[in-house]
């Protein structure tokens, strides 16, 4: 009777403990957001947000998902429907909203197994719509599903840089309307960053890199070229992917989140900016 006691007391630490640290998460995103938008949007856009995990599930996928809801609140951009089922994915589904935000959304061709669905997604962008992808959201496509490793800009390979470490990084873009966060042109930040294959520079605008030589670090890259944040064109569409976002504190940094934001914006015309290629400012 003891022993179950004690077991009951843990089990309600626990779950005090973990709401505590819920709220207190909370607390940090609703402090770092940007509050309501200076601009008026052209108009209430419709967001829905999909965050399940078909391969390594990200501890800081539901701190994401609190953050989207925080920004969705604070600055009235978009409205938010979140989901970790793909039932949505259809043309009928998808038709009543502007923008797709997968949010650590590993192996996504082992969640969408069928033509029609991947075929939805793709036209959904290529038709006119917006789609926003943060960090894991690059790791899926190639082979099995190459359409969307070139919709989104290229396919994760590994991560030579951790999450426990800090990196240098380089702003490439520092005049375009998604980097006015950034405070100078070179600033360095804790986070799992990516190395990619099937990534092409002529195919999209980086808009933050890594410094790789600065980090002390190989990767894949001849030209150490390692892309972070960029935007890009799908037919009619509007891409934006940022590679920030494995750890959960990423999710209440002011200056990322008001990044996010403008790549939002950038990806549904809500801000204006040029998609097309820079050349790479550093190489060896």
Partial sequence: MKIS?????????????ASLLAVDEERKIRQAMPGELQTVPS???KALVYSNSSG??????????????????KTKLFTADFTVTTEKFTPEGLSSYDLLIF??????????TKNEQRQAILDFIKQGKAFVGF?????????????????????????????GGKWPFI??????AVNQAFASKEFSFSDEIYQYKDYNRSKLRVLVGLDAIKS?????????????????????????????????????????????LDGIRWSLGDLQGSSESLSQPYKI
């Fill in 43 to 45: 108009k209430k856009f």
């Fill in 103 to 112: 949010n650590n959304c590993t192996r996504v061709q082992k969640a969408f």
């Fill in 171 to 176: 702003v490439e873009d520092p005049d375009h």
């Fill in 135 to 163: 960090h894991a959201a690059s790791d899926g496509g190639t082979p099995q599903w190459k359409e969307y490793t070139e919709m989104i800009g290229g396919c994760f390979a590994g991560h030579p840089w951790n999450a």
């Fill in 56 to 73: 390594f599930k990200h501890k800081s996928i539901p701190t994401g998902v609190k953050a989207l809801k925080v920004m969705s609140e």
């Fill in 216 to 260: 002390g670090k190989e990767g894949n890259s001849p030209t150490n070229d390692y892309p972070v944040s960029w935007v890009k064109s799908y037919g009619k569409g509007r891409v934006f992917y940022s590679n920030f976002g494995h750890n959960k504190a990423s999710w209440w940094t002011p200056f990322l989140l008001q990044h996010f």
């Fill in 5 to 17: 006691l004690r077991i009951l007391c843990f089990s309600c630490l626990s779950v005090f403990s």
